[in-house]
């Protein structure tokens, strides 16, 4: 079952973005991310994916808006499911949920991959979801010199 987050839930899903983050092998620090969930969670839904009873997922999401012409748009902090339970029809499911939000709400959505693993899977998947690839990140850290 695939819903809307509720503010009970947020314990729930802090405890799967961190999962996220640590599973990509990201520095995590608990303060820092449940204030990032939180200020997301009032400004857009998240989407929450359970397995008899048990939160297996979670779409996390916040708004955005374009630089040139101030257009909101509605775009993931992360998209993560548990490992054991990740099945085509769970993200499916999931990325279903957000384009309906999107169009509900007459939102662009944008995704963003972090990460340079995996990356082919990963346009696979987004283009499996009607999702065109638009640009590429990069990413410059004055430690790297």
């Known amino acids: 079952m695939i819903r809307i987050v509720g503010e009970a839930d947020l314990p729930e899903v802090v405890r799967l973005v961190t999962l996220g983050a640590e599973e990509r092998g990201h520095k ?15 400004m857009a839904p998240s989407f929450l994916v359970e397995d ?14 374009m630089p040139w012409s101030q257009e909101p ?10 490992p054991e339970k990740r099945k085509y029809d769970i993200i499916n499911g999931l990325y279903k949920a957000i384009k309906r939000y999107a169009k509900l709400h007459g939102l662009l959505y944008m995704d963003t991959f972090i990460g340079t693993d995996r990356i082919d899977g990963r346009a696979r998947l987004a283009r499996s979801q009607g999702l065109k690839q638009t640009g590429i990140s990069i990413m410059y850290e004055a430690k790297d010199e």
């Open 52 to 65: 008899d009873g048990k939160a297996v997922g979670v779409a996390c999401m916040t708004l955005g808006c």
């Open 73 to 82: 748009y509605l775009t993931s902090i992360m998209v993560y499911v548990l």
């Open 28 to 42: 995590v620090s608990k303060d820092t991310l449940t204030d990032s969930v939180k200020r997301a969670y009032y």
